[in-house]
């Protein structure tokens, strides 16, 4: 089969490999659309470690069930699937608790790393364990379904989150996964939503998706807008979808005193803490990490067009061009959002 091979940082190559070899609970997913990740182009170059050349990355896909292992049930050939971006074991102390995003064993596809090396789906063929299926509706393509890893995030998130019908929330960084947290806010009966951003073109994308305000911090004064919006008390909730200590900061000061932050972004390791303003005004910090259960939600929310992917992909190209737009997206070509390679 052809296969994208990460053979070296940088350095991706379309070539034929071997076709995976299909274990007794997989089934073997004849790929049709396979997202790049902005985790991927920072594996891509060597930043983060976590694609070890030689890999086939890719994580956030859908296609066709090609064949099944022998103790694979209820799959068949031909129905169309996506899967979870993370194999998680289901026997763990956290897989027990429906924990699975927090697993003892988990292992991502398209990652290598110094515990394991996972091939992923930008490849025509991608074995698959039954567990981490997930079975797509009628009318939702294998592009939206590529989306659904990414949504899933963010739903996540808007669910570790205490929400009451019409709270107030700030969103602090809207790219791919800021903006589908602002749609997932508006589904979950959020009021006035402001998006925060440095890039015009997102924050007007961010408006046209759920966002009654967009605030760019080099121009507007973001607090007094949000203060002006609350009748002086701050945002009920805020996300920090970017990861660093300026956007951590505001998104703290943006939030009414006992109001909740979720906390995605993580660009930086470490980061500054205002440690005193957030005991002394009482706020509630939520980190949330991946996804745990919410891929039939999402898939659903798309399929009704509760929640719009399709303003989110940038560009659908033929995987042998995979090369070409890891460049483009790593040279942060402005407008850039979600690409989609197919196989
Ligand atoms: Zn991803
Ligand atoms: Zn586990």
């Given amino acids: 089969m052809k296969a994208l091979i990460l053979e070296d940082y940088t350095h991706l190559v379309h070539k034929d490999v071997p076709e995976p070899i299909v274990k007794a609970e997989e089934v073997l997913v004849e790929v049709r659309a ?10 891509w170059d060597g930043s983060t470690g976590r694609r070890i050349p030689p890999i086939i990355m ?50 991502v596809l398209g990652v290598s790393c110094d515990e ?37 995030i963010a739903c ?23 903006l589908l947290v602002i749609q997932s806010l508006r589904a979950a009966g959020c009021g006035r939503i402001f998006a925060v951003d440095r890039a015009t073109d997102r924050l007007e994308l961010a408006c046209r998706l759920g966002a009654d305000e967009g605030l760019n911090p080099d121009s ?7 203060l002006e919006g609350t009748e002086n008390q701050g945002a009920d909730i ?46 509630s910090l939520y980190a949330s990490c991946a996804s745990s259960g919410e891929y039939p939600a999402c898939l ?12 989110l992909i940038s560009a659908v190209a033929p995987l042998s061009e995979g090369a070409l737009w890891f460049q483009r997206l790593c040279d942060g070509e402005p407008g850039l959002l979600k690409v989609i390679l197919n196989p």
Avoid at 88 to 93: A, Q
Avoid at 132 to 152: G, H, K, T
Avoid at 220 to 226: I, T, Y
Wanted: charged share 20%; net charge negative.
């Fill in 220 to 226: 507007d004064q973001v607090l007094a807008r949000v």
């Fill in 58 to 107: 890719g994580h956030e896909a859908a296609g066709i069930i090609a064949g099944v292992g022998n103790q694979v049930k209820g799959w068949h050939t031909g129905d169309r699937v996506t899967f979870d971006s993370t194999i998680y074991c289901g026997k763990c102390h956290y897989c027990r608790r429906g924990q699975i995003n927090l697993c003892d064993h988990r292992r």
């Fill in 300 to 311: 659903d929310l798309m399929a009704r067009g509760a929640i719009n992917v399709d303003s």
């Fill in 34 to 43: 396979c997202g790049i990740c902005g985790s991927d182009v920072h594996g």
């Fill in 116 to 152: 394991y090396r996972q091939h992923g789906a930008f490849a025509e063929y991608v074995a698959i364990p039954q567990h981490i299926l997930y079975r797509l509706p009628d009318d939702l393509s294998f592009e939206q379904a590529a989306m659904v890893e990414a949504l899933s």
């Fill in 156 to 178: 996540h998130a808007v669910g570790r989150t205490p929400i009451a019908l019409n709270d107030t929330a700030v969103v602090v960084g809207a790219g791919m996964i800021g």
């Fill in 238 to 283: 805020a996300f920090e979808v970017v990861g660093i200590t300026p956007t951590l900061k505001l998104a703290i000061e943006c939030l009414r005193k006992g109001g909740s932050l979720t906390l995605i972004g993580n660009l930086s390791p470490e980061t500054e803490f205002p440690l005193q303003r957030v005991v002394t005004r009482e706020l």
